[in-house]
């Protein structure tokens, strides 16, 4: 039996057959986490308050998703108008650090940003300064996102906040 530790992610070797974190062997926390993440993004996508979560479980907004698509009725020609100033317009913002990327979509119905925003608000204000949204051509949507709060156990209790 060796009494040498290695650490990885906190865990530490007891012997040459088992690792532990926390108590609990790696080998068991692992598939764990994995089978969790799909539930904790879920309840971590709801609000807190309605569904009771400890405020531990709600992550710190460290940016807005924004969803656009054209509104109903709107015609490719009239996005296509305003495309140039459009264009212009998403570069400022980016090489000012209000927008962090975007993207198309895989359906080709629209645009996803992830803006560099604490609240929907905030976001909201950078993504109206935009000619498609002075246009009123698109419909947006607004999701505030945050680190995936499940990964502190990982760390311990002390990471909590």
Partial sequence: MSTKSTVVLFAKKQN?????????????MIPFLMAM??????????????QGLPSAAIPKTTAVLVIQTPKQGVTVQQIMA?????????????????IREWYSRGDGKGVIFLVEA??????????????????H??????????????LRMLIGPGAQQ
């Fill in 82 to 98: 305003v495309m140039p100033s459009e264009v212009e317009a998403t570069v400022r913002l980016y090489l000012d650090g209000k």
């Fill in 37 to 50: 993440l799909p539930i904790a993004s879920v309840a971590q996508s709801q609000s807190g308050v309605s």
């Fill in 118 to 135: 604490k609240t929907e608000e905030e976001a909201r204000a950078i993504m109206e300064t935009l000619p498609l949204a002075k246009g």
């Fill in 137 to 150: 051509l698109m419909d947006d949507q607004y999701i505030p996102v945050g680190p995936l709060m499940p």
């Fill in 16 to 28: 040459d057959n088992q690792t532990e974190l926390k108590g609990y062997p790696v080998k068991l």
